[in-house]
């Protein structure tokens, strides 16, 4: 079955940054989607980016110009590099994946079946 185990996540000042890791197994298709959604205590689910197979990225708003997302295909590894970090960054981050084989401009509305357990992120001003 799928397994999405993300690393990476702490504290750190406004302005810092980090960079997350999910390493991926079970995800045998060639065409998925994979990507990294954040949440806060009483507030929905927030894509932030997301990867498609054919290379394909798309970003949340608030994100655009200040996170990368990238995935080593060799290792089974997605990553997102967080820059320029802001205190409304905090939140709780989840890596996930589905089969598509869309764009990731279509699959960042997609609904995703596989979740990793989520790894915290805490920026402080």
């Known amino acids: 079955q799928v397994q999405l185990v993300e690393s990476g996540g702490g504290s750190v000042q406004a302005g810092g940054s980090l960079r997350l890791s999910c390493a991926a197994s079970g995800l045998t298709s060639s065409r998925y989607c994979m990507g990294w959604f954040r949440q806060t205590p009483g507030e929905g689910r927030e894509a932030v980016a997301v990867?498609?197979?054919?290379?394909?990225?798309s970003y949340g708003d608030s994100v655009k110009g200040r996170f990368t997302i990238s995935k080593d295909n060799a290792k089974n590894i997605l990553y997102l590099q967080m820059n320029r970090l802001k205190p409304e960054d905090t939140a709780m981050y989840y890596c996930a994946a589905e089969r598509y084989g869309a764009g990731a401009h279509l699959c960042i509305a997609y609904p995703f079946g596989y979740w990793g357990q989520g790894t915290q992120v805490t920026v402080s001003s």
């Open positions: 990867i498609a197979s054919d290379g394909s990225t």
